[in-house]
């Protein structure tokens, strides 16, 4: 069982920076893959980014690459998610997630354990 903790949302206006912090229960690092998704109002879940469990392979979402880049803390048991160039089309709840495998966040769009999400919102 693994219980994940999200922070650092917000709201912003268009073109600022943020960083979102996902702190795990539980080592994380070589047992589960960690990412995000986020979820607009009447639009379907979307892959953000998620690192392998080694930690040796990041992957990103198209309409995020360039912009968001996804980082982990072995130490503190916490990845972050550190934003730029925020769009209004980055408005959402963003939710943390872990699974054993990477592919379930990359074609799936789905995860084992869930945080229970933190609001995004960006500003024109």
């Known amino acids: 069982q693994v219980t994940l903790v999200e922070s650092g949302g917000g709201s912003v206006q268009s073109g600022a920076s943020m960083t979102l912090s996902c702190t795990a229960s539980i080592r994380t690092r070589g047992a589960y893959a960690m990412g995000w998704f986020r979820q607009a109002p009447g639009k379907e879940r979307e892959f953000v980014a998620a690192?392998?469990?080694?930690?040796?392979?990041?992957h990103y979402g198209d309409s995020v690459k360039g912009r968001f880049t996804l980082s982990d803390d072995d130490a503190k048991n916490t990845v972050y998610l550190q934003m730029k160039s925020l769009k209004p089309e980055d408005t959402a709840v963003y939710y943390c997630?872990?699974?054993?495998?990477?592919?379930?966040?990359?074609?799936?769009?789905?995860?084992?354990?869930w945080g229970q999400g933190t609001q995004v919102t960006v500003s024109s």
């Open positions: 997630a872990a699974d054993t495998r990477i592919t379930s966040f990359i074609y799936s769009s789905s995860a084992t354990y």
């Open positions: 690192i392998s469990s080694s930690r040796g392979s990041t």
